[in-house]
Every structure is written in structure tokens, then in C-alpha cells.
């Protein structure tokens, strides 16, 4: 790596041709806060897999966005007009709440059995997880159609209206959450090449598993927002 | 392109096969390489076409605008044919000049502004300039790219549904655009439910592309690189994303909303009691209010999204042509994250007359007359870099220059709309539309258009025409003071803006001269846009070609070829010794240093043998310099 590295930095000063020496270079190439990765983990700079994990973080900070605003368009309108009226929450919601909760357990053991490198663990806890979130899913469905039986539409009033708003777009990206599971699940399947790939593997999976408790955060925070606000 | 082929194939002769380094491979087929290409050139290139498209068409709008302004009984051929009954013989009725301003105002924000400094310069060069060989997430690239591609088809095809473009403004302020068809308002039906759509789906194009840009920039710079040693091009992208990143998505929740509001009949924007001329509306409660809150508070990140990599790119150039070091570069960079920051607190001056509690006015006012402090170190740094330089006046520095004076023209006119007492009687009028075109607009087309000039020979492998370049230059920019300027004065005496015509007003009449005035300037400066479109493909089959490195400059885009090959640096790479801007340093042989410059001191022939034994024996590696 290190000899390879020399190489290529000669061919590059060969090519611009601006007059330029060996190695004797007098700055220290390395600079401050240069790569993180810089050192001898067998990763160019192309492929470090740390990738994910700040992609991640960073598409995390836009949907807190999305929903920042979505919450104050609901705290606006809650002050806005005399027509807000507050549903009764759908019994069903505690439920919803209990299997969320408990996924975000479950991935934390799958996340753990993976950095134990217990692979047929890790593929059961993350099968869990996504029978969990499917659960999660079917529980909020249900309790719409418990509100529609009840005749609570989308236009009923404001306050349904963010309801059913806010469990939608939620709910979207919670199924956006399983999907990143299944892909982690598929992935199990085989075997990683190489001590790369398992890392690569490992950065993916903690960047799913963030996301999910992410999810659940958010759903913690839109149940007491819809339910317990005033 | 045939070049890119050589360059791989010259390189896979020897041990460092590009896919050693390289992610992906280079595509071979059609398709892959030119269509739905994750190579980050090639969408950069999609991406500036896209906007080369929206901004003829943008163009063609505003020229549209100005014959109908101008003179309202005009027949304008063919227009008869495009508008239907909404222009009976060619002459435009004034509904179809509310859509042409929603459209003209739509496609330049979202499909030029945003689009070509980020999206295309930024796709192109960021990864360069970084010394990466593409960006964190190719296929989420591609998906961006295509995303805002739909996003646009969806926006020209509300010219084309029935009842017409939409007549909201690009603000679409409710409740005009929350209510539809309900209202039997041209417009206001599906081709407002299309411009929804189509903002929903570039807002999420928009945060899938800062996703990209901003993993990119934090995580795969090259050895040596470090944050200080950046070009300020870099910064700019960066602090860009970061504000589509947190802007976009309120917009996208507002979108929602209104969405909601049309479809669904809930009331989150409609207030109660509205009526149509026949039934009173099902609505209740909502408050229009909130929408303009949603829209601003993503509005005005949005006009820095616009300007600010024109920043970057004008500091880029005029330190290259200057022959000089930035001037302040620490502070450039940090001015560039104040104004991001501030950019944040401010949307409320948008909102001045459409009624507050005076004192959040005068917190609005206050902040966004601070936002002068970082504007004005910007501007006296450019002075600074152009202060006692042997300035080369090639294309590229006279759009940047004339991009620094438009945006001192525009900002000056921004203090006094900052304030509220002078904004509520100049908000509605032509002086905001001075305003905000010099500042916003103009300025961030002279950086783009810097770009293109200054860019164009790594993009392409050839020389722009710097004849016809400064011709554009000239006539462009004589053209947009003589378009801009008197709007302030239009603005000062009291002329409404969003009219379509003037000619019921008594006291405007005097101001007809100047109107036919700016009209005309309109048709010149439009006119000379085909100097830029010929002199582009003209150069691109016919300019001279361009080395390496034609303008002398130092970032890592111009340490390899034009244009670069698949992977960027042929299988390496690249080490930064230094920073972006080392120019005229004392001692050196050149007037320039290179980023990848580890010793400027000594002669390239006395450093051939140790370059030659470095290589291991592998000597061949040198034929990617020619």
C-alpha cells in the first residue's frame, strides 16, 4: 500500500510536469484532519465504509426536517381556527408502540451478534426485527380502519388530519426501514469474501439498525405529540 | 470522448488496473455510459444540459412577459397555436401572463438555479477537486439526476393539461393554489396539481443530491487533503448542500399539505368561509399564513442554494486570474457558513406585509441586515484578491467580476427591503423584482456562466472561442444593468408587480418609455444568448485544444487530463502538499504551484531519474501524460 502510494503520487507530478522533485517533499502530506482512514486498514480512500454511517446521519438530519416541520404546520394549526377537535386514540396505537419498542431491542442483539460474528444469530434476530415492523405496520393500518368504521376521514377534522398525515409519511419510511432489512437479510445469506466485505457489512447493518431507532424515536415522539399535547 | 478511451486503455496496460482502485468499471455500452450513467461526469453533464434546456425555456418566458407588458393588444405568432383559446390570434390574455410568470419563476429557481451550479458543476468537480474518483453514492447519484428529470417533465406538461399552467406565482400562496378547481380559475386545476408535484418530486432529487455531496466532501478526500486546504468551489458545494439538505424538506412537508388541502379537502391553509360566486367551500379554520411560513423558511435558504456556489466559483476564478493567493481564505469560508447559518433566521422579511407582530419584524429586520457582515467580507476579499494583480482578462474573470459587481448592485437594494418600514410600500412593486433578478438571478447565471467559460476546456478537451466569450460578456452584461436598474426605478414610483398590464394606471404612463426600454434590452441581451449557445457547440467540435491545465491553475481538477478519464486520475491516487491557491509564491519557478506539488523548488529535469526509480521499473507509466 505504502510503496504503491509512492508510486502513483510520482506519476501524477510526471504528468502536470511542473517541475517538480522526488520525494523530498518539505510539507508533511499527511495535513491535519486529512482522511480518517488513512492509516493501514487496507482501505483506498474510495472505499471506506464509513461511509454509510455518515450518509446516514446526514439523511436522518433531512427527515428530522421533514417532520420538524410537520410539527410546527401542527402546532400552528392547533392554534389556528376553533374547528380542532382531538380524536380518541385508537386503543390499538399501545400495541403499535410495545412492537416498535421492542424491535429496536431486537436489532441492537442482531447489531451485537454480528460484531460477535455469531452469523445464524444475527440472521435471527434480524428476521425478528422485520416481523416486528411488519407487525408495527399492521397494528396502524388497523387502527385506521378502526377510525374510517368510526367515520374519522382524512378531511374530519384538522387534528385527524395530521393524524393520518403523520402515521402515513412515518410509516413510509418505516417500510423504507424494512426494506434496508431485507437487503441486510439477503445479504446473510452469503458468505463476505473478505475481511472488506464483512466490514462493509458491518457499517451497513449499524447504518440500518440507526435509522431503525430513528423510527422509533420518531414514533415515540408522534404519539405523545398527537396523543398526550395539548 | 474517444480521448477517455485511449487514456483507460494505455492505463490497463500497465499493473494498476483502474478497477483496483476504481469502484465501478467504465461502461461500455451506450446506455450505461451516456443515459443512465453513474459516472459522476456524465450526470454533471446531464444536469447542465437539464438546465441549459429550462433556462432557453425560462428565457423564452420572460420575453413572452415582456411583449405582453409592453404592449398588450400585440399579436405574437404561434402562440395562438401553443395557448389555445387562453390567446385568441396570438394576443395573450392576461391569464396567460400569470402562468408565464409561475413558470418563467419555477423553472429558473428550481430547474436552473438549483440545478446547474450544484447538481452540474458541483457533480463534475467536487469529486475531482477532492481527488475521489466519483462520489459516495454513484446510484443514488444517477437517481438524483433522473428524479429531477421527472420533476421537470412533470412541470412542462402542466403547460399542456387542460385549464393551463398554473397562475400562482412560484410562491403558490394559498389560498389561489389550495383550492382548484373549485374555483373555475385558469389554472388553478391540474396544472396547479402538476407544479405540486413536480416541486415534491425536485425536493426529493434535491435531498437525495446533498445526501451524496455531503458524504462525499466529509468522507473521501484524498491523502493530504485537509478541510483548510480545500478550494473555496468545495465550501460552497458543501455549505449548499447542507442548506438543500435542511431546507428542502420543509418545503416538501408544505407540499404535502397543500396537496392534502386540494385532494383531500382537509383544511391545513384554507380559512372558513370562502366561497366561489356559487356554493360556500367545505373548508374550515386553516390559516394561509402557515403556508407562507413552510414556503420562506425554505425560500430563502434557497436563494443562498442559488448564489452561493456562484460564491465559490467567482473566489475560484479570480484568484486563478489574478495570479494571486484568495485574499482572507479562512474567512471566506467561515463568511460562506454565516451567511448559510443567518440564511436560516431571515425568511420572515419575505413576509412584512403580509402582516406580524412588529416586534418578530424587527427581529427578521435585524437579522437580516446582519447578513451584510459576512456578504461584505466576501466582497471586500474579492477586492482584496483583485487588488495590484496582473489581472488576465480572459471570459471566465469577467463573468466573475461581473458577477462580484452584481452582486454588490443587488445586495446594496437588499438592506433597504430588509427593513420593514421601507419594504411594506416597495414589496409589491417592480423594486423587489429589480432586486431580487440582479442578486439572485443574474448574479448566479454570471458565476454559472464563469464556470462554463473557465470549465469548459476540462469538461470537453477544447478551448472556448474568447472572441465571441467576450462579445457575451459585453453585450450580457451592459444588457442586465439596462434590464435591472430602471425596474428600481419602475419600483420607486409605484408599479405593481405581477401585472399584466399597465395601461388602466394614469400615473405609470410617464413610465412607458422605460418600459419599452427594458423591453428592448430584454430582446438584446436575450438575442445574444444564441453568441453562448453557438460559441458552446461550435467549440465543441471545432475550439483549439486545451492541455491539461490551459488556465495555469493549481486544484486537482486540472492535474489530469481534458477531460478527465473514466476514474478521474487513470488508476491513482492523487496526494495534496498544499493549498488551493498558492500563486505568485516568492521563489517558486512558476507563478503557480500545483496542489499535488510536493517541492516547487526543483526543476522538473533534475527530478526525472528520481521520478523514473520511484516508479519500480515501471516506466510506463508516464504515457498518461501526453
Not at chain 1, 123 to 149: D, H, I, M, N
Not at chain 1, 153 to 171: D, E, I, K, Q, R
Not at chain 2, 255 to 276: C, K, Y
Not at chain 2, 456 to 476: A, Q
Amino acid at each position: 500500500m505504502v510503496s504503491r502510494t509512492v508510486t502513483e503520487q510520482a506519476a501524477v507530478k510526471t504528468k502536470i510536469g511542473t517541475g517538480v522533485s522526488g520525494p523530498r517533499g518539505r510539507k508533511n502530506p499527511g495535513g491535519s484532519g486529512g482522511r480518517g482512514n488513512g492509516g493501514g486498514d487496507g482501505f483506498s480512500a474510495q472505499d471506506s465504509p464509513e461511509r454509510y454511517r455518515i450518509g446516514m446521519w446526514i439523511a436522518l438530519a433531512s427527515i428530522f426536517m421533514l417532520f420538524t416541520a410537520l410539527t410546527s404546520a401542527y402546532i400552528v394549526r392547533a392554534g389556528t381556527g376553533n374547528d380542532w377537535r382531538p380524536i380518541a386514540m385508537p386503543r390499538l396505537l399501545w400495541v403499535s408502540t410495545a412492537l416498535i419498542l421492542t424491535s429496536s431491542v431486537t436489532i441492537s442483539f442482531a447489531l451485537g451478534a454480528l460484531k460477535r460474528k455469531e452469523h445464524s444469530l444475527y440472521k435471527r434476530w434480524l428476521l425478528l426485527t422485520v416481523v416486528l415492523g411488519l407487525g408495527f405496520l399492521a397494528t396502524q393500518l388497523l387502527s385506521w380502519q378502526q377510525l374510517v368504521a368510526q367515520h374519522v376521514y382524512v378531511s374530519t377534522n384538522p387534528h385527524s388530519s395530521f393524524f393520518y398525515l403523520l402515521t402515513a409519511v412515518h410509516g413510509a419510511h418505516l417500510l423504507g426501514g424494512i426494506f434496508g432489512l431485507d437487503f441486510l437479510l439477503l445479504r446473510s445469506w452469503r458468505k463476505a469474501a473478505s475481511a472488506k466485505s464483512e466490514a462493509k457489512r458491518e457499517a451497513a447493518a449499524s447504518a440500518v439498525a440507526l435509522y431503525w431507532h430513528f423510527m422509533d424515536g420518531l414514533w415515540i415522539f408522534l404519539f405523545l405529540l398527537l396523543f398526550l399535547w395539548r | 470522448m474517444a480521448e477517455v478511451e485511449t487514456v483507460e486503455d494505455a492505463h490497463d496496460g500497465h499493473e494498476h488496473h483502474a478497477g483496483e482502485v476504481h469502484r465501478h468499471p467504465a461502461p461500455t455500452s451506450f446506455i450505461r455510459k451516456y443515459i443512465f450513467s453513474i459516472d459522476h461526469k456524465v450526470i454533471g453533464i446531464q444536469y447542465l444540459l437539464l438546465a441549459m434546456f429550462s433556462v432557453f425555456v425560462g428565457l423564452i418566458l420572460s420575453v413572452l412577459m415582456r411583449i405582453r407588458l409592453t404592449w398588450p393588444t400585440a399579436a405574437v405568432p404561434g402562440l395562438a397555436w401553443f395557448f389555445g383559446e387562453a390567446a385568441p390570434g396570438g394576443v395573450m390574455n392576461p391569464e396567460v401572463y400569470l402562468a408565464l410568470v409561475t413558470m418563467h419563476g419555477t423553472m429558473m429557481v428550481f430547474f436552473v438555479l438549483t440545478t446547474a451550479p450544484q447538481g452540474g458543476f458541483g457533480n463534475y468537480f467536487l469529486p475531482i477537486q477532492i481527488g475521489a474518483d466519483d462520489m459516495a453514492f454513484p446510484v443514488l447519484n444517477m437517481l438524483s439526476f433522473w428524479v429531477t428529470f421527472v420533476g421537470l417533465v412533470v412541470l412542462v406538461a402542466a403547460f399542456f393539461v387542460t385549464g393551463g399552467a398554473p397562475t400562482g406565482g412560484w410562491t403558490g400562496y394559498p389560498t389561489l393554489s389550495a383550492i382548484g378547481e373549485q374555483l373555475n380559475v385558469p389554472g388553478a386545476g391540474r396544472g396547479t396539481d402538476l407544479w405540486i408535484i413536480s416541486i415534491a418530486i425536485f425536493c426529493v432529487a434535491s435531498l437525495l443530491g446533498a445526501l451524496n455531496f455531503l458524504t462525499t466532501m466529509l468522507n473521501m478526500r484524498t491523502r493530504g487533503l485537509s478541510l483548510m486546504r480545500l478550494p473555496l468551489t468545495c465550501w460552497s458545494w458543501f455549505t449548499t448542500a447542507v442548506l438543500a439538505l435542511l431546507a428542502f424538506p420543509v418545503l416538501l412537508g408544505g407540499g404535502i399539505l397543500l396537496l392534502l388541502d386540494r385532494m383531500a379537502g382537509t383544511s391545513f391553509f384554507v380559512p372558513g368561509g370562502l366561497s366561489n360566486g356559487e356554493t360556500l367551500l367545505p373548508h374550515s379554520g386553516g390559516s394561509p399564513i402557515l403556508w407562507q411560513h413552510l414556503f420562506w423558511f425554505f425560500g430563502h435558504p434557497e436563494v443562498y442554494i442559488a448564489i452561493l456556489p456562484g460564491m465559490g466559483a467567482t473566489s475560484h476564478i479570480l484568484s486563478t486570474f489574478a495570479r494571486k493567493p484568495v485574499f482572507g481564505y479562512r474567512a471566506m469560508v467561515f463568511a460562506m457558513f454565516g451567511i448559510g447559518l443567518l440564511g436560516f433566521f431571515v425568511w420572515g422579511h419575505h413576509m412584512f406585509i403580509s402582516g406580524m407582530n412588529p416586534y418578530t419584524a424587527m427581529t427578521f429586520s435585524i437579522l437580516t441586515l446582519s447578513i451584510g457582515v459576512p456578504s461584505a467580507v466576501k466582497t471586500f476579499n474579492w477586492l482584496g484578491t483583485l487588488w495590484g494583480a496582473k489581472i488576465r482578462f480572459a471570459t471566465p474573470m469577467l463573468f466573475a467580476i461581473g458577477f462580484v459587481s452584481l452582486f454588490v448592485a443587488g445586495g446594496i437594494t437588499g438592506i433597504v427591503l430588509g427593513q420593514t418600514s421601507l419594504d411594506l410600500p416597495m414589496h409589491d412593486t417592480y423594486f423587489v423584482l429589480g432586486h431580487f433578478h440582479l442578486v439572485m438571478g443574474v448574479a448566479a447565471i454570471f458565476g454559472m456562466f464563469a464556470g462554463v467559460y473557465f470549465w469548459f476546456p476540462k469538461m470537453f478537451g477544447r478551448m472556448m472561442s474568447e472572441r465571441l466569450g467576450r462579445i457575451h460578456f459585453w453585450v450580457t452584461f451592459a444588457g442586465v444593468y439596462a434590464i435591472f436598474i430602471p425596474m428600481h426605478i419602475m419600483g420607486i414610483v409605484g408599479m405593481p408587480r405581477r401585472y399584466a398590464q399597465f395601461t388602466e394606471y394614469k400615473f405609470l404612463e410617464t413610465l412607458h418609455p422605460l418600459v419599452v426600454f427594458v423591453t428592448i434590452a430584454v430582446f438584446v441581451t436575450a438575442a445574444i444568448q444564441i453568441v453562448f449557445l453557438f460559441n458552446f457547440i461550435y467549440s465543441l467540435f471545432k475550439g483549439p485544444k486545451a492541455g491539461d491545465n490551459p488556465w495555469e491553475a493549481t486544484t486537482l481538477e486540472w492535474a489530469t487530463t481534458s477531460p478527465p478519464p473514466h476514474d478521474n486520475f487513470a488508476g491513482i491516487v492523487p496526494t495534496v502538499y498544499r493549498g488551493a491557491y498558492e500563486f505568485s509564491v516568492p521563489g517558486a519557478p512558476n507563478d503557480f504551484i500545483m496542489q499535488t506539488d510536493p517541492d516547487p523548488s526543483h526543476e522538473h529535469e533534475a527530478a526525472a531519474p528520481a521520478v523514473l526509480e520511484r516508479q519500480g521499473g515501471n516506466g510506463d507509466g508516464q504515457q498518461n501524460g501526453h
